[in-house]
């Protein structure tokens, strides 16, 4: 393996011009530090990770954290295909830029974060009161904490404006009384997809109905359908992919036909959507790049000082597919 003596000589330059270059420090002329960079690769010259460290001050490690999705401090990954998207973004993204990324449990201590030296930390769907908030470290979220004591970048969709979109799906479809089912966590996320729901049924003239379903459990969900069909509602739009199937299921245990009797549309869209018969329409909030461009944000603000400028918002695409498809716009169609 290549030293970086090997380096120094194959670039005509010192090592110590060399650690500068490597480490984009010192004054450089550009042409060096390009000799140095071209005779690095060429001899597949790896610098030393625990020598970097030492020199930058840095570990080079982010943490990400997802939040709890029940009353206590959960595991460090939910079972959820979203977050797991989103995770992967954050890594890939990570990885390209040269750092590690390590996942920490909802409700973690600061105390274990600073164990770690991190570097940065990215928060998902933050409350503002996390452990990281009160490290040294820069932090990034997805999501706008609704409390905070200091400023980060954040990262969003316009969940507002995409609940609005599938309120209009429902209506050109001939839906008249569009309801929404949403968990009873915190999550900023949800509020906003409340929030655009609810400007539009006012906009409309029309009754709001809006549903906590707190868990995915049979009963929970079976208990969910009784309430929409008093309420004589005919779509609902479920704040989480697991809502969905299980009021999918539950509308079926019902004897209910989708989408002619209820639609079903998703503020979430996973693979497990179109699995179902028929499959559950939904939207993409591309939890891939969202992760991904998290990451890149807090690598910059980490390597460039770039500050908080704003939230960078990823743009969502409705997929309507056949649970909300046909129903009373159909049925006109046949008669």
Not at 5 to 14: E, I, L, Q, R, T
Request: net charge negative.
């Amino acid at each position: 393996m290549a030293s970086i003596k090997d380096v120094a000589a194959a670039a005509g330059v010192s090592p110590t011009t060399v650690s500068h270059a490597l480490n984009n420090r010192g004054r450089i002329a550009e042409e060096t530090r390009l000799k140095v960079l071209e005779a690095a690769t060429r001899l597949g010259y790896q610098a030393n990770a625990h020598a970097q460290q030492l020199v930058t001050r840095r570990s080079r490690i982010l943490a990400i954290q997802v939040p709890d999705l029940g009353d206590k401090p959960g595991p460090a990954l939910p079972l959820s295909a979203y977050f797991l998207e989103l995770i992967n973004g954050a890594a890939a993204a990570s990885d390209d830029a040269g750092y590690a990324l390590v996942i920490t449990p909802s409700g973690g201590k600061a105390s274990i974060l600073n164990s770690f030296s991190i570097d940065g930390a990215i928060v998902v769907d933050p409350q503002g009161d996390e452990a990281v908030f009160s490290t040294d470290a820069p932090v990034a979220t997805v999501g706008i904490p609704p409390s905070s004591t200091r400023h980060t970048l954040a990262v969003d969709n316009d969940h507002a404006g995409a609940a609005r979109i599938v309120m209009e799906h429902f209506a050109a479809l001939g839906f008249q009384r569009p309801a929404l089912v949403a968990d009873n966590s915190r999550r900023s996320y949800v509020d906003d997809v409340l929030s655009g729901y609810r400007s539009w049924v006012t906009e409309r003239g029309l009754e709001e109905t809006v549903v906590t379903m707190r868990s995915v459990d049979k009963d929970a969900a079976d208990g969910v359908i009784v309430k929409l069909l008093q309420a004589k509602v005919d779509a609902v739009y479920a704040s989480s992919d697991d809502l969905a199937l299980a009021l999918l299921d539950a509308a079926s245990r019902a004897g209910l036909a989708i989408p002619r009797d209820l639609a079903v549309a998703s503020a979430v869209d996973s693979r497990s959507l179109t699995l179902t018969s028929p499959q559950i329409s939904a939207t993409n909030l591309f939890p891939f790049q969202t992760g991904a461009t998290a990451a890149r944000l807090l690598i910059e603000c980490l390597e460039d000082g770039v500050k908080a400028d704003g939230t960078r918002m990823i743009e969502t695409e409705f997929v309507a597919r056949g649970s909300t498809v046909g129903g009373p716009a159909l049925r006109a169609q046949r008669t």
